[in-house]
């Protein structure tokens, strides 16, 4: 979990670190003299990597099934590497988003991960404590992404001093953040190939060469034990195991002394015990066979498609909340006079620059950090992961309803109500995720199908997330041209009630009846084992 921890915090930087400056972004690409239209291009620019990201979810997802996760994860965050890298160059719109469609064509990280992690833990003791893991990594790229992105952004302006006018730094003003994200990356890339070991039940048995390196590392310095064992080592520790056992096991009966109503041809008892138990790895095998012969209609059960549906509705519309704050803090108060008719009717933002903004969002990071690590969990194993769900489901919209009214409390309590705006937001936030995912989990009919499974959940997350802040800047746009500047917020909140009504429908996987079809016999299933007899 620690190496994979690694890898994941890779994304977050990236991906969070452009929020603070792309507002800014935007207005040097003189792409539109009117400011009300910049939240729109802004929302482009975000919807480009989850437009991508949608497109091929599903391949990803699948592929990893076929492959492992380990490759398919590695090269989610080399294509990362290179999108910010293109997009630091970006000289105008079109460049800036290839450069993210790049990202989200060659990332299907999030539905492996949820995979992965699946594999790693499957006792569901630990679920609470495991699955709050990535959204506590989440949260710390989340502190660094913007804390950098908002720092190193147009150096030239921040540190005249040690940037000077003239340099690659005027050129490309916004390049320096992106460099520091693609070297977190490559950190990110290496870490996976040297220390991530494969958990896919067929693939984690072949030969890893890069694991074998990275063990080899490790062997040099004194204090450090091996990631795991490569599969050479397995079965060599294996033949060493069937060189000691003994030929014929001392209760075993001589073939001289058995007679013919012993026999398990005459023995129900005996003929159910001679079923051999198959080895983790046969069983692993049994299982993907098993399930390549599932229909899609038995995998994508009303369990799974409805947590599908409800994991796509809530990316939505905390997606339009991440990408509309940032506007919302960035956007000044309007030049002209505009009718006030509450309390539907105003307009307001809160004029901050790109550092300000980038250090709240971090103060953000570091709070949804702090309740992941001592709330989420006990919250999880308290209530359980759907009453969880439901009960944040139901009661997210009103977060969307109160956020545009920030703007008129009096400037000495702003800052207080945007504080208690984003508490509220980071808790509901850190728990409706993991509960998710661990309902996902549970209504699965195989761990062997859960690559498609969240390949597909990645999709819609993907496809709900580009839709959000495309849409969510329009209306930010025709909000403030009208004078209602809480239009977009007010929208969300009615795609929150949607969220809450189909939460409402998931069932219970503990007491939901399980089908037949979806089970996978195991070997040790109905089978009595016989116990020598000493008579």
């Not at 809450?500 to 503990?510: F, Q, R």
Request: aromatic share 10%.
């Amino acid at each position: 979990m620690l190496v994979l921890a690694i890898c994941r915090i890779c994304e977050p930087i990236a991906f969070m670190g452009i929020f603070p400056y792309v507002y800014f972004m935007i207005e040097d690409f003189h792409v539109t003299d009117d400011a009300s239209r910049i939240s729109f291009y802004a929302g482009m620019v975000t919807s480009a990597f989850t437009f991508a990201e949608f497109s091929t979810g599903l391949l990803w997802g699948r592929l990893s099934d076929k492959i492992g996760r380990k490759p398919v994860l590695l090269t989610g965050l080399a294509g990362t590497a290179l999108s910010v890298l293109v997009f630091g160059f970006a000289p105008n719109l079109t460049v800036a988003l290839l450069a993210r469609a790049i990202g989200g064509l060659l990332n299907g990280n999030m539905g492996v991960l949820s995979s992965t992690v699946t594999e790693l833990v499957t006792a569901k003791e630990h679920q609470p404590r495991a699955y709050t893991i990535m959204p506590v990594v989440w949260c710390l790229g989340s502190i660094i992404g913007p804390m950098i992105g908002g720092a190193l952004a147009r150096p030239c302006i921040s540190y005249p001093s040690i940037f000077s006018p003239g340099t690659i730094w005027e050129r490309y003003p916004y390049l320096l953040p992106n460099l520091f994200s693609a070297l977190i990356v490559l950190v990110g890339v290496i870490n996976g190939f040297l220390f991530l070991e494969e958990t896919h039940a067929q693939k984690k048995m072949q030969r890893d060469r890069g694991l074998e390196l990275g063990n080899w590392i490790l062997s040099k310095f004194t204090g450090f034990g091996k990631c795991a064992e490569s599969r050479d080592e397995k079965s060599k520790f294996s033949d060493r195991e069937d060189e000691i056992q003994p030929l014929i096991d001392h209760d075993e009966q001589l073939p001289t002394y058995r007679t013919n109503e012993n026999t398990p041809a005459n023995s129900p008892r005996l003929r159910s015990a001679s079923v051999p138990t198959l080895p983790q790895d046969s069983l692993d095998l049994t299982q993907s066979k098993a399930h390549m012969g599932v229909s899609i209609s038995k995998t994508f059960t009303r369990p799974v498609v409805l947590n599908i549906i409800s994991f796509g509705i809530l990316a939505f519309h905390t997606m339009t909340f991440d990408q509309l704050l940032p506007v919302f803090l960035a956007t000044a108060p309007p030049k002209d006079h505009v009718d006030t008719s509450l309390p539907l009717k105003f307009v307001g933002g809160f004029n901050l620059d790109s550092k300000t903004v980038g250090i709240i969002l971090s103060i953000q990071g570091v709070y949804q950090l702090l309740i992941n690590m001592f709330l989420v969990p006990k919250v999880l194993k308290h209530f359980g992961a759907l009453r969880s769900f439901r009960f944040i489901a139901i009661a997210y919209f009103m977060l969307y309803l109160v956020t545009p009214y920030l703007v008129l409390l009096p400037p000495a309590y702003r800052m207080v109500g945007l504080a208690v705006v984003l508490a509220w937001k980071c808790t509901f936030q850190t728990i409706v995720y993991p509960s998710n995912a661990i309902l996902t989990a549970d209504n699965a009919p195989s761990r062997l199908a859960l690559g498609t499974i969240n390949g597909v959940a990645a999709s819609t997350a993907s496809l709900c997330r580009a839709f959000g802040p495309t849409i969510s800047g329009i209306l930010y746009s025709v909000g403030l041209k009208t004078g209602y500047s809480g239009l977009a917020w007010w929208s969300t909140a009615l795609v929150a009630i949607g969220g809450a009504v189909v939460g409402l429908m998931i069932p219970d996987s503990a007491t939901r009846p399980s089908s037949h079809d979806d089970q996978i016999a195991t070997p040790d299933d109905d089978v009595e084992v016989a116990q020598p007899s000493r008579a």
